[in-house]
């Protein structure tokens, strides 16, 4: 079964753009979710998806949104880009949604720097 | 305010011999708990689980233990092997009806011959 596929896997923009990164989970998972890694930050939770529907969000600011969709891929947007969105993105997949018990697996990440 | 701590940034151990992960948190509403495995610019790996109802769980060269009470949680590697470095990340959640993990800061593992 092939695994959590992320794309595209490195991305430059620049200040004030907006970017819009994609997540194709395991075939059959149901719930996506989204991290951001950076190395004064570690892995920090952005927000979850459970049958196109938003279950929780992170403490981010409003730039930060997504969305899911009925075939449970799932697109993360980042709009008026700054230096420090300038991270690795993580996607991560899990088969039933319900939370405990259920573990989550990771795509490869996108690497984004914003100049 | 870090609810899930590892404490030691880093570790070395010879091939061979015993890797102890450790990993502390604060809110007593964590119910599941993971390890992940992780090298640069790639994502997590997941390693081992164990949820609170149990005190240990045991998959190959991983055991993982849980001392509820003193919130705590140890990854052991036995043996190690130098494929094994990399960073390790302990990882919780505790709500039901959702996905959201809270993750340590990471430990880096160099296994050396």
């Known amino acids: 079964k092939a695994g959590v596929t992320q794309t595209p896997r490195y991305l430059i923009k620049t ?11 395991i075939s059959g998972h149901r ?16 927000f979850e998806y459970f049958s196109e529907t938003q279950r929780n969000k992170g403490n981010f600011p409003g730039r930060f949104s997504g969305r899911q969709f009925s075939n449970s891929r799932s697109e993360m947007n980042v709009s008026t880009l700054e230096l420090g969105d300038s991270a690795l993105y ?26 | ?7 030691s940034p880093s570790l070395s151990v010879q091939e061979g011999r ?20 992780k090298y640069p610019a790639e994502g997590p ?10 005190d240990k769980n045991e998959d190959g060269r ?25 960073v390790y990340f302990c990882a919780a959640k505790g709500a039901y009806n959702t996905d959201k993990l809270i993750f340590g800061t990471g430990t880096r593992l160099q296994v050396f011959p």
């Open chain 2, 45 to 54: 790996t997941f390693l081992i689980s164990i949820s609170s109802i149990k």
């Open chain 1, 90 to 115: 993580l996607c991560a997949s899990s088969p039933l949604g319900r939370g405990i018990a259920d573990t989550q697996y990771f795509g490869p990440g996108t690497r984004l720097t914003v100049l």
């Open chain 2, 1 to 7: 305010d870090q609810q899930v701590k590892q404490n």
């Open chain 2, 62 to 86: 991983f055991t993982v233990f849980l001392n509820k009470s003193a919130k705590h949680l140890s990854l052991h590697i036995v043996p190690s092997q130098p494929g094994d470095s990399a």
């Open chain 1, 31 to 46: 719930s996506v979710s989204w991290y951001q890694q950076t190395p004064g930050q570690g892995l920090q939770f952005l």
């Open chain 2, 18 to 37: 015993i890797s102890i992960l450790n990993c502390d948190y604060t809110n007593s509403m964590f119910d599941y708990f993971l390890w992940y495995k």
């Open chain 1, 15 to 25: 200040r004030g753009q907006q970017v819009t990164l994609s997540c194709s989970p």
